[in-house]
DNA sequence: AAGCCTATTCAAAGCGTTTTGAATTTCCCT
DNA sequence: AGGGAAATTCAAAACGCTTTGAATAGGCTT
């Protein structure tokens, strides 16, 4: 059923039953209410390709994923954050956008999605150290907002973070205070920037508590079970071993874990260890106590908050560069202990 | 810049160009090259929303996501599965409309993306057993193929699924050849159709291992590491401990290792642990020999081929209910070994 | 060179909305 | 009852594409 034939239906022209929908005023009340009942009686809805073609911009907001092609790591903080996102934009009738793409054809991929016009705007993930598709996305005059940040971006664009730079120095100096002074870090990938601020906090760290960094003990690579094993593994290993971890995510955490139980360690009594806590639903961390000491920022929040600001976009007046930093709490679990003296 | 001034700018007529661009045979090669070159070089593309209304048909494929209200739990597995699918609609064209609606909304959503032609076809998710949504989509005349099956759903529909019945009585003969006779069943939650077909594989082994099964030793719930943990530890507090662990997902076998280190005791010394191993990229299990035996089936691909099906749907002439039935693979790790003799 | 058939190209009519500007109705006032 | 303003309703023109049916150009044959 169209426009056309429900107006002729309700012997009413199909301008009279368009407005009655979309709630202007030129529609007397007793119409509207006739026009509404009978759409809701017999289901009809106005085409969404075709309003969006008449009105020059559609209801969806467009998220790249993008495969590192050969290794298809996807993000595990993908599923919460795109759920956040899907519910943000929903109350507001948007729908989510979803493409694919590798390295080399980012870029195409967003001159499609402008040139098609099919999303109002775009969420940018995981940026790394000066993103080139900041300013790609600017100059295509995209609307977009960032999940994340991009050192050495110097152009103003919109942005949710999280404050990783003092959320690494908080447990680094947590981690500091009671005692140790042998503290891995198993990062995330360096190219990222949040992997890049995380360090620069935990190094501040060490300085503030006259402790010297070593490279030994610093480790980055995908946030994986197996590589927090592998990283916390190597660490415990060293001639000086390492007596805390701080993890870049849960996943590598019970990677660490398992090193540290596998190297007949205990948890906390022998090894401290601090994880950055994404609050997944999935894989959460907030049994009382917690299972894992940590510093937690939930990333679904991150996701509706992403939205928002887009929407803020799309629909005001003015571009707005709006940002939004998040910070992180520092939840103590029973993962975390003083250092152990030894002899 | 659209058809008109594009085909102006070349001095040819917006047919032409159409059609030179969409490949039809009726325009000569020299126009075809000029027009195509010129279209890269200046970056002409159609616009999607114009296409789509004039041909009837939008490139993309709905996935709406559950959110059951609250308990915002968000499926693990979705990310890998999404990106299967992303990237195999990405091969034809199609991009991914992710939607997402609470039970109770579910049923408009799904009428709206009908009555607004906003999807070509959709996937349907985690099947319920006797899944209402089944005969809904059906009744609506929406292309559709289902990740999973539906126990009690008697009308032909087309699905990708695991083997999880065979998958699951495979795993338990396993543990009971090594002479475990008290297994415990950590299974996913109840209503969903693949826990049913896993318990019934489970259950179907142990009566022809003729082992008597016991309510304590099976449990079922969000898939979780947590529950996996809360899980474990109960049935090893038993009066008679289980010695083995089936746990629905590598994550609850992380929660169960958990649990059994908790108690003290060793893996697979003491305690064997086989888990349903999703391939998931962030929680590989591929190493060799594997961390956990376990029964294998990778989501990405079941992504991949649920996609292929439902395009194979779209782009055919007759509704055609495929059924694709993908079995998993038991590789053995060092999380299992023979029942420990006691005494 | 004329004639015919085929290979190209084009103008115009959709697709299902929204929206502009005009036409109609309603209502109130004198 | 008549006139004018305000409140409703409508016809027609976009939006940017595809596609049908008609028109033109091109290539052969005689």
Redesign the interface.
């Known amino acids: 059923m169209n426009l056309k034939e429900f107006s002729n239906f309700l012997g009413l022209s199909p301008t009279t039953v368009s407005r009655a929908l979309s709630g202007y005023p030129e529609v007397s009340e007793k119409t509207r209410r006739k026009v509404s009942e009978a759409a809701r009686i017999h289901?009809?809805?106005?085409?969404?390709?075709?309003r969006?073609?008449a009105l020059g911009r559609?209801y969806?907001i467009g998220h790249v994923?993008s495969?590192s092609n050969g290794n298809?790591?996807?993000?595990?903080i993908?599923?919460?954050f795109?759920?956040g996102a899907?519910?943000a934009g929903?109350a507001k009738g948007y729908?989510?956008?979803?493409?694919?793409?590798d390295q080399s054809s980012e870029e195409s991929v967003f001159?499609?999605l402008k040139?098609?016009?099919?999303v109002a705007g775009i969420i940018l993930q995981s940026p790394k150290v000066h993103d080139q598709r900041i300013e790609l996305l600017k100059e295509l005059g995209l609307k977009f907002v960032v999940h994340g940040r991009s050192s050495g971006v110097s152009i103003p664009y919109s942005w949710v973070d999280v404050n990783n730079h003092r959320a690494f120095e908080q447990a680094t100096t947590f981690l500091a205070h009671m005692g140790h002074r042998r503290i891995g870090l198993i990062n995330g990938c360096q190219d990222f920037d949040f992997a890049h601020r995380r360090l620069n906090g935990y190094l501040r760290a060490l300085r503030a508590a006259r402790i010297e960094p070593h490279s030994d003990l610093q480790t980055s690579g995908?946030?994986?079970?197996?590589n927090g094993y592998a990283a916390a593994k190597a660490m415990l290993g060293l001639e000086s071993p390492a007596t805390a971890f701080l993890a870049a995510s849960v996943?590598s955490a019970?990677g660490a874990?398992?090193a540290i139980?596998d190297s007949g360690l205990e948890l906390p009594g022998d090894v401290s260890l601090i994880a950055y806590d994404d609050d997944?639903?999935?894989?959460?961390n907030r049994?009382s106590p917690p299972?894992f000491t940590a510093v937690r920022s939930s990333v679904?929040e991150a996701g509706e908050k992403a939205v928002n600001l887009l929407m803020s976009q799309i629909e005001g007046k003015q571009v707005r560069n709006d940002q939004v930093l998040l910070e992180t709490e520092l939840v103590v679990g029973t993962s975390t202990g003083p250092r152990k003296r030894v002899g």
Do not use: C
């Open positions: 289901g009809y809805q106005p085409n969404l390709r075709a969006a073609l559609s969806s994923l495969s298809e790591l996807v993000n595990p993908f599923g919460d795109i759920s899907a519910e929903a729908s989510i956008n979803l493409t694919i793409a001159r499609k040139a098609q016009g099919s995908d946030m994986t079970e197996a996943m019970i874990r398992r139980h997944l639903s999935y894989l959460s049994q299972i679904r």
